[in-house]
């Protein structure tokens, strides 16, 4: 029997027998692309807008990005004291030695954890289509958010990582998130790392509010940690002097320089 | 990285109130520029950051080897954006470089801008929006 009848009878039992779900007529999946807001484009954090070729942040991107470092989050008594004695480690850290203050808690040249990564400091783009969307930067900060209209999985089917469970539904163009299964261990915007507990839960509403800026408004909630839900704004503005996306991690400690040696922020000079 | 590293001046700086002067703690003094005119001994257009190598006549001692200093750059990606190649720079290349010095006194800094015969290389400056 030729390969290509062989394929077609095999397709035809496995629909039969409901092995392998029927795919939507063509017409329903354009249909369904139809309704889906246009997000194409590359965009960056507004934090991030106009810095120099050093990196140095622009006044623009200053001004964006001191309603992060200051918001005030509503711990209970006893994450605040966890909260004022990271706080104070960083700062002693930083004074002790200002020359070369310490590195972000997590590994060099890997992508931010969750709520740092959400204001990376790279270029982005969202893939929207009926079942997913997927936010994707050039430092491999990857998230999956299931559209598909399914839930969580179960209790027993959940672990904490990185990037946690993600599911979302569309309120007219707006994507509503919802987050759980994120590893507790949350790096702030200050560089500290604050434990948080299991019950930790993001609820992001993402829209666009002009054909140059996505804003995220991220609500978080730990019954255990927060005395009630912590609300941030992010903002992306559309990047127009990019037209590609390309890895910026692409370091290791062998041939490429690393600005962080010995887990402290450096530069080398020579080799 | 570096942009999160600025980040963390900016929090230095609002936690002393002095967002304006960005004075931070990083490694970078942002409060000052030195100028280096010199030789390109090497342009290394790499991620996570590009860097120049740049070798400098020793003005306390003229006839002596020049020094080498190392100036931290922006990624491949955002020195595009401004308008770099690959091949802005070779060895042998005369520059200016202007650039926020090492606070430790060390030979480095971050660049701000690089002029090469007279002309600059890229925008080096905030991107216009």
């Not at chain 2, 342009?43 to 001692?61: D, G, M, Y």
């Amino acid at each position: 029997m030729p390969r290509v009848l062989l394929v077609g009878a095999l397709a035809a039992v496995l629909a039969a027998t409901g092995c392998s779900p029927a795919p939507a007529p063509l017409s329903e999946r354009v249909a369904a692309f139809e309704k889906l807001p246009d997000w194409s484009g590359i965009w960056e954090p507004n934090v991030f807008v106009g810095e120099g070729i050093g990196q140095a942040l622009s006044p623009e991107g200053l001004k964006n990005g001191a309603p992060l470092l200051t918001a005030k989050m509503p711990l209970n008594a006893e994450w605040q004291t966890k909260f004022d004695a990271a706080a104070r480690a960083q700062a002693a850290a930083v004074q002790a030695d200002p020359d070369h203050p310490p590195a972000p808690p997590y590994p060099p040249c890997s992508p931010p954890p969750f709520l740092l990564g959400i204001a990376s400091p790279a270029l982005s783009q969202w893939r929207i289509t009926p079942e997913e969307v997927t936010f994707i930067d050039t430092i491999n900060f990857v998230r999956h958010i299931y559209t598909d209209g399914r839930s969580h999985p179960p209790a027993d089917e959940l672990w904490p990582t990185k990037m946690g469970d993600s599911i979302g539904r569309w309120e007219g163009d707006t994507l509503i998130v919802d987050t759980v299964a994120i590893k507790p261990r949350l790096v702030l915007f200050t560089f500290f790392a604050l434990d948080m507990s299991e019950k930790l839960h993001f609820v992001e509403r993402i829209r666009m509010v002009g054909h140059d800026e996505i804003q995220n408004e991220l609500t978080m909630e730990d019954p255990v940690a927060m005395t009630g839900p912590f609300t941030l704004t992010f903002k992306y503005a559309r990047v127009k002097d990019a037209t590609r996306m390309i890895d910026e991690t692409e370091c290791d400690q062998i041939t490429d320089r690393n600005p962080i040696v010995n887990g402290r922020f450096t530069a080398i000079t020579g080799r | 990285m570096l942009r999160f590293l600025a980040l963390l001046a900016t929090a230095v700086c609002l936690t002393a109130g002095t967002v304006a002067a960005h004075h931070s703690a990083a490694m970078f003094d942002a409060g000052k520029q030195i100028t280096l005119t010199g030789t390109v001994k090497e342009f290394q257009w790499t991620s996570p950051h590009c860097w120049i190598q740049v070798l400098v006549p020793n003005p306390a001692r003229p006839n002596a080897a020049p020094l080498e200093w190392g100036i931290e750059m922006d990624n491949p990606v955002g020195l595009s954006r401004h308008g770099w190649k690959p091949g802005s720079l070779k060895a042998g290349d005369k520059i200016v470089v202007v650039a926020h010095p090492l606070r430790d006194g060390s030979r480095g800094g971050q660049v701000v801008s690089v002029t090469k015969d007279g002309k600059p290389v890229g925008t080096g400056l905030a991107t216009p929006k």
